[in-house]
């Protein structure tokens, strides 16, 4: 079975200063990673996703994530967090299956300080 | 395009009470899914459907039911709501062969 762990529940960043959110997966075959974001009240945003190629993808709002197949890792990185990135992140691994099922982590409260 | 929509946005149910809740979407997508999320968890998906008349169960299917009657709308049930339904629901569909799912703004039940 495929899952997803998000080792920190909270992350605070100061304004300017680079943020990054952990996400490592465990997941049998080729891994297909997401990145969601959550504002308050809303529903989740597709960030970007890691399906095959570089490992470095990049994607919405100036958000990147970093690919490491032996450290069965994907990080979340921005180079200058903005308040307004302020938000529920979640990762997600989606299953092998046609039904490409979505299995997500825990979620990681991102707080970039003024 | 309205895109993903739920209703309703909000509900309290006493235990033993029944509902149900629609997602509908807008893009002609395939797929739809039901999720619910609690603290600490994540999201979790309870059932899900690849078209029309087509329903699957997901990882937390126990005491719900859905129908798919129609491509653009994807309906959750519940028939005898107890306090462990206490949770957001997100519907969410997704385009054939596509990977990424879009999301409704979701429906926060209260079972008391």
């Known amino acids: 079975a495929q899952s997803v762990a998000q080792p920190e529940d909270q992350v605070n960043v100061a304004e300017g200063n680079p943020l990054t959110v952990k996400c490592t997966y465990s997941?049998?075959?080729?891994?297909?990673l997401f990145w969601y974001v959550q504002y308050p009240n809303r529903g989740l945003q597709f960030l970007l996703k890691?399906?095959?190629?570089?490992?470095l993808v990049k994607g919405s709002y100036g958000f990147e994530a970093e690919f490491n197949k032996s450290q069965t890792s994907f990080h979340l990185k921005k180079p200058s967090a903005l308040v307004s990135d302020s938000a529920l992140y979640f990762c997600?691994?989606?299953?092998?299956?046609?039904?490409?099922?979505?299995?997500f982590g825990s979620g990681t409260q991102l707080t970039v300080l003024p | 395009n309205a895109g993903v929509t739920q209703t309703p946005k909000f509900r309290v149910l006493k235990t033993g009470q029944s509902m149900t809740l629609l997602c509908a979407q807008d893009?002609?997508?395939?797929?739809m899914y039901w999720y619910r999320q609690d603290p600490g968890m994540g999201l979790r998906l309870i059932h899900y459907?690849?078209?029309?008349?087509?329903?699957a169960k997901g990882e937390v299917p126990d005491g719900y039911n859905v129908s798919r009657l129609k491509k653009q709308n994807f309906l959750l049930g519940l028939e005898s709501a107890a306090p462990s339904q206490t949770s957001v629901y997100f519907c969410?569909?997704?385009?054939?062969?596509?990977?990424?799912?879009?999301f409704g703004p979701g429906t926060r039940l209260t079972v008391l």
């Open positions: 969410a569909s997704r385009r054939l062969n596509y990977n990424e799912q879009f």
């Open positions: 997941v049998s075959g080729n891994p297909y």
């Open positions: 890691y399906i095959t190629g570089d490992n």
């Open positions: 997600a691994v989606r299953d092998g299956g046609s039904a490409r099922q979505l299995t």
């Open positions: 893009m002609n997508h395939e797929y």
């Open positions: 459907s690849v078209g029309e008349g087509t329903t």
